[in-house]
C-alpha cells in the first residue's frame, strides 16, 4: 500500500491535464503540466536522502508514518492550489512526503530478506507498484465524471491518509544494533559503504538510465496518444494495459529469480528488454515515427514487461551487498536514479515532436547502458 500510495500520485491524474489546463489557462496540448510529473519526481529524488539517514536513526515505522502525512497535507494543497506554479511547488512537496514510503518499505524488505529471497519478495512489491497504473487513470477518468480535476487529488489525500492509520499496524524491522547516529562522520561512513561496492554503483547507474526512459514515457504518455496515435478517449485503457503487462511480469520475476538465481534472471530480462528496443526503434524509422497501433503496441507492452523485470532485478542486486546501512543505501540509489531519471525524463519529454522515436530511442539507449553496467560487475559481487 505504501509503495502503491506514489504510483497513485503520478497516474490517476493524467486524465485530468486537458481539464488542469483549461483550468490554469494553460494552452491546449502544453507540455507545462508535464511539469507537475517531473516536479514530484524531483521531490522524491530529494527527500530521499535525509529520510534514508532518519530511517537508520529512528527506524522504519515512524519515518514512513511521518512520510505519509506530508504526502496527505500536499495532496490537500495541490486540490487547492489555484494556480499551475502553487501546484507544482505542492507537488514536489508530495514527492519529499512519497520519498517515505519508498525508502523505508526498500529498507524493510533489506531488513528481513536477502539474495533471492529478496528479490523475490522485491517483486511482489513492485508489482504493487507497477499494477496501481493499471488502474488508476481509470479512477482519475471515472471521478472526474463526478467533479472537477481537484477531486481527483482529494482521492489522493484520502488514500495517503488511510495508509498512515494502517501503516500503525507494522513492526519495527530496523535492530537496534544498526541504529546510526546523525553524526557527520557515521553518516559519511553510510555513505562511503555504499559507494565502495562496484555492484552497487552500476546498478544504481543503470537504474537511473532505465527510470530516464520510464518517466519520458509516463510524462508524455497523453501526448504521445493523443498527437501522434490519435486515440485521446482511450488513453485510460492503453496506459493500464501497458502496466497490467509491467505488474503481470515483475510478479513472475518474482518466480523466477526463485527458480534460476537472481543475476540468470537479471541477464535474461536486460537482454529481453535491450532486443526489443532495438526493435521498436528500427519499427519506428521505417515508419517515420508513426507505426500502426496495432504493431506498436503489442511490442510496447513486451518491452514494458521487460522492464518490469528488470527493474526491481537491478535494485536487489544493488542492494545485496549494503545491509548493514540498508536506508541510506536505498536512500542514495532512489535519490540518484530519480533525480537523473526527472532530468532524462524531462529532456525526453522536451524531446517529442508528434512521433514515438525520441521515446523508443531512449529506451534502447538505457537498456544498452544497463547491459554495459551488468558487463562491468562480472558475475562476482566486488568492491571498488
Not at 512537496?93 to 524488505?109: C, D, E
Amino acid at each position: 500500500m505504501a509503495m502503491g500510495s506514489m504510483a497513485l500520485a503520478i497516474d490517476i491524474m493524467l486524465p485530468a491535464f486537458p481539464e488542469i489546463r483549461a483550468s490554469m489557462g494553460v494552452a491546449e496540448g502544453s507540455a507545462q503540466v508535464g511539469r507537475l510529473v517531473t516536479a514530484f519526481f524531483l521531490g522524491v529524488a530529494v527527500g530521499q536522502i535525509p529520510v534514508g539517514l532518519l530511517c537508520d536513526r529512528f527506524g522504519r515505522k515512524p519515518v514512513l508514518r511521518v512520510g505519509m502525512l506530508v504526502y496527505t497535507v500536499a495532496a490537500i494543497a495541490s486540490m487547492l492550489a489555484p494556480n499551475l506554479l502553487v501546484m507544482t511547488i505542492a507537488r514536489f512537496v508530495w514527492g519529499l512526503g512519497s520519498s517515505a514510503p519508498r525508502v523505508a518499505t526498500l529498507a524493510i524488505v533489506r531488513d528481513r530478506y536477502a539474495g533471492s529471497n529478496m528479490a523475490r519478495v522485491m517483486s511482489m512489491i513492485m508489482a504493487i507498484f507497477i499494477l496501481v497504473p493499471v488502474v488508476a487513470p481509470s479512477i482519475g477518468a471515472s471521478l472526474l465524471w463526478f467533479g472537477s480535476w481537484r477531486i481527483v487529488f482529494g482521492f489522493c489525500a484520502t488514500a495517503g491518509l488511510i495508509v498512515f492509520i494502517w501503516a500503525g499496524r507494522l513492526d519495527e524491522t530496523l535492530d537496534q544494533a544498526n541504529r546510526r547516529p546523525l553524526r557527520i562522520r557515521p553518516v559519511l561512513a553510510a555513505g562511503r559503504e555504499v559507494f565502495r561496492h562496484r555492484t552497487t554503483v552500476m546498478y544504481g547507474l543503470a537504474m537511473t538510465a532505465l527510470m530516464g526512459a520510464f518517466t519520458g514515457y509516463i510524462t508524455g504518455a497523453e501526448r504521445i496518444f493523443d498527437e501522434g496515435f490519435r486515440v485521446k478517449e482511450w488513453f485510460p485503457a492503453i496506459f493500464g494495459l501497458c502496466a497490467a503487462g509491467m505488474g503481470v511480469a515483475t510478479f513472475v520475476n518474482s518466480r523466477i529469480v526463485q527458480r534460476v538465481g537472481l543475476r540468470r534472471a537479471l541477464t535474461r530480462s536486460i537482454t529481453a528488454l535491450t532486443l526489443l528496443s532495438m526493435v521498436l526503434v528500427a519499427l519506428a524509422f521505417v515508419t517515420d515515427g508513426t507505426p500502426h497501433l496495432g504493431v506498436f503496441l503489442p511490442l510496447w507492452v513486451l518491452m514494458a514487461s521487460a522492464y518490469g523485470q528488470s527493474m526491481p532485478n537491478f535494485n536487489s542486486a544493488a542492494m545485496e551487498p549494503v545491509g548493514a546501512v540498508a536506508g541510506t543505501a536505498a536512500a542514495l540509489l532512489g535519490a540518484f536514479s530519480l533525480a537523473g531519471g526527472s532530468v532524462i525524463g524531462a529532456l525526453i519529454d522536451h524531446a517529442f515532436d508528434g512521433t514515438v522515436r525520441p521515446l523508443v530511442i531512449a529506451f534502447a539507449s538505457a537498456a544498452l547502458i544497463a547491459v554495459c553496467c551488468l558487463i562491468v560487475t562480472g558475475p562476482k559481487v566486488t568492491r571498488i
